[in-house]
């Protein structure tokens, strides 16, 4: 991955009492292509695109089936089509809009992308102009619907290892596509269980005897009247935790026989006597490329779980504006959000949302230079794939929780549906495991990272290595006093909190982010190296023995990206209180990811006891001083009540709080009110 210049900061005063202009920074956070967000957002204010809380699941899937329609209908499904084929030809723009379907129902929004992303995609991007003139029309206007079929019950996340054969017959001139055993039935397919007429089965392609590996195969399953077709078996997956609006099934196949130019041929091609060629030679990298023809998905569940997090927090952070607890000093009870605690666990959520927003816009634009030819290349293939899969794991867990901890935060108004919450943790569940579960995608860009620390030493010996690693471990001793060049003691600065705030800014926190990328690459990295010279099954006991490590690096290169994008996107602030506040919360972002792992950066000698105990509570200072901008930072979101649709986020909280207050003003003036038992027993 490409380095990122961090500029060095003015420690300049922030504005006096610096306010964030919300209309200002709405198109900032949308991006590049904000208007195809407002008008995805204006489409879906149409109530006809809303879940139906309590709807038995087998209508809520006729209901998303109804909504694709209504899509397609609409132009919203082939923004990412050439003109030729009906479309606006438009890579990233297709996926702005595509993600912003969350808000409406997630399972709409992965309803039409099993249809248009995957089903859609894996014709457009695998197969050749033939099969784009026979199908994508009928795709895109939803009157072929399909389903993908790539992941078996027996193999996930791993696609090189699936079970379904497509094993060509030179007599006949097809490909027979066969499931040869239970654990290589396709599953969790959307479309699979009733709607889908064909689908793109992944496949190992056998011709002439050799097996050339994975490719894509297009296979109709249905008639137009919902029957099997010879040869096809098809299984309900049945309610599941969330989701309940897609048709989830499974398919198996029976030795059923498609014609060879039903091979989607991009990449893999097998003439009519069975020669197979391909533009790819190597293997490996064929198979990757296949795969990577198909990230838009890991980039719009990027996008569409950020968006989701915001949606939360606008529900959480309006109702803990409005909802009061507990008698404060003036006799008053006290606004939710004015508790120390209350800050505490929503306002850095909202610091990582943002730090999110920012980062998928980045990977956006990176998809869209990629999808549209305009930087389409090896290198930056590989970049986006890397930037995808760094991206998603951290964005979906985030999504998780920011959904559960604004729940919590709501109390038992979280809980009912009406206000959403629930139904949306339990939609957006599986999304930290589809598309590629988040620890196997995390281990991708773990071996991206070991690659890259690989080239820097490549052809060296064995002293240069041990060189480098006595470097790491004299970083290590030198870092030992904690940052002590950059703070010097409380006594120099008043407190220590000063301190922390002199100390890490935002230089000092990419430093300290970075440095732990690093050093951890540089751990694993010289394990591994070390291992190179060992039999097949001690190097994988040993790859075994650092895959948390090196998991746990690929996350902490994800923070850093997060914290990169944050840093650039606030030169794109010119409103100077704007600017100041975005500040605050991307130190907040920053500050953070080092508390969470400030046991590393203890155990390492990166922070000292004493400062590292001060983060955290620099970290409360930077809550408090935020506390005052948190509605307006959840408000720039943009989001409509039509796009929130929750009672207690709708102002009917305020409503009942100030009738509250009313009443016992009310009283106390009348003269009518009771006296309080302790004070009556004073008298």
């Known amino acids: 991955m490409a380095d990122t210049v961090v500029r060095p900061e003015q420690h300049t005063e922030p504005p006096v009492d610096p306010s964030i202009d919300v209309e200002g920074l709405t198109p900032v956070l949308m991006g590049k292509w904000r208007d195809v967000r407002l008008e995805a957002r204006e489409m879906i204010k149409d109530e006809a695109f809303w879940r139906i809380d309590g709807q038995h699941y087998l209508e809520h899937r006729e209901r998303v ?4 329609r209504l899509l397609a209908q609409r132009g919203a499904s082939s923004r990412a089509l050439p003109v030729e084929y009906g479309g606006l030809d438009t890579q990233g723009g297709n996926i702005a809009g595509f993600e912003e379907l969350v808000l409406a129902d997630p399972s709409l929004q992965i309803k039409s992308g099993v249809q248009w992303g995957l089903f859609g995609s894996a014709i457009f991007q695998l197969g050749t102009k033939k099969h784009h003139d026979k199908w994508l029309r009928d795709v895109f206007s939803l009157d072929l619907p399909g389903a993908f079929a790539m992941t078996e019950t027996g193999h996930g996340s791993d696609v090189q290892s699936i079970g379904t054969t497509a094993t060509y017959d030179v007599d006949a001139q097809e490909f027979v596509i066969n499931t040869p055993f239970r654990g290589a039935y396709k599953d969790y397919l959307g479309n699979a269980a009733k709607h889908g007429q064909a689908a793109t089965v992944f496949a190992q392609l056998i011709t002439g005897g050799v097996n050339y590996g994975v ?11 919902g029957e099997n077709l010879p040869g096809i078996t098809s299984e309900d997956d049945g309610p599941k935790g969330g989701l309940n609006g897609i048709d ?37 990298r064929r198979f990757f490329t296949m795969l990577g023809a198909l990230v838009q998905g890991r980039v719009s569940l990027d996008g569409a779980a950020t968006w989701a997090s915001a949606l939360a927090l606008k529900i959480a952070v309006t109702y803990g504006n409005e909802r009061r607890q507990f008698d404060g000093p003036t006799g008053e009870e006290v606004v939710l959000l004015d508790y120390g605690k209350h800050r505490r666990r929503l306002i850095p959520l909202i610091a990582t949302t943002y730090a999110q927003t920012f980062a998928h816009e980045q990977l956006l634009q990176k998809f869209d230079a990629v999808f549209s030819g305009e930087n389409d290349t090896d290198e930056s293939r590989e970049d986006l794939e890397t930037l995808a899969a760094a991206l998603k794991p951290l964005s979906t867990w985030h999504g998780l929780d920011a959904v559960q901890e604004a729940r919590e935060a709501c109390g038992g108004q979280g809980y009912l549906a009406e206000n959403r919450l ?21 281990q991708l860009v773990g071996k991206r990272l070991l690659g890259d620390f690989a080239k820097q030493f490549s052809g060296a010996d064995t002293k240069k290595l041990a060189a480098y690693a006595a470097k790491q471990g004299a970083s290590r001793f030198f870092h030992g006093a904690g940052l002590r060049q950059l703070g010097q003691t409380v006594t120099d600065l008043g407190s220590i909190a000063r301190s922390v705030e002199l100390g890490l800014r935002g230089e000092d926190q990419h430093a300290l982010l970075a440095d732990r990328v690093e050093q951890m690459v540089t751990d694993v990295g010289t394990r591994l190296n070390q291992a190179r010279k060992l039999d097949p099954v001690e190097a994988q006991k040993v790859f075994n023995d650092n895959q948390v490590e090196l998991i746990e690096a690929a996350r902490a290169h994800g923070e850093l990206l997060q914290w990169e994008s944050f840093t650039d996107a606030l030169d794109e602030i010119e409103d100077e209180g704007t600017r100041a506040v975005l500040t605050w919360v991307r130190d907040l972002f920053g500050l953070t990811m080092i508390e969470k792992h ?71 003036a009348s003269g009518n009110a009771p006296v309080p038992e302790k004070v009556a027993k004073k008298r």
Do not use: M
């Open 215 to 225: 490719h894509c195969f297009f296979v109709p399953i249905r008639n137009e009247d």
């Open 598 to 668: 400030l046991s590393w950066h203890l155990i390492n000698g990166r922070l000292s006891t004493q400062r590292a105990a001060s983060v955290s509570r620099y970290i409360d200072r930077l809550c408090e001083r935020l506390r005052p901008h948190a509605q307006d930072l959840v408000d720039a979101f943009g989001l409509a009540p039509e796009h929130v649709r929750a009672p207690i986020a709708s102002g009917a909280e305020k409503v009942r709080q100030d009738e509250a207050r009313a009443h016992y003003a009310e009283l106390a």
């Open 422 to 442: 629930v139904t949306l943790h339990q939609d957006l569940d599986v999304y930290a495991t589809f598309e590629g579960d988040n620890n196997v995608l995390l």
């Open 65 to 68: 089936l109804e909504q694709c």
């Open 248 to 284: 989830n099934g499974r398919l198996a196949f029976d030795h059923v026989r498609v014609p060879r130019e039903n091979l989607l041929n991009r990449y893999g091609d097998v003439g009519a006597d069975g020669t197979y060629t391909s533009p790819i030679a190597s293997p490996g």
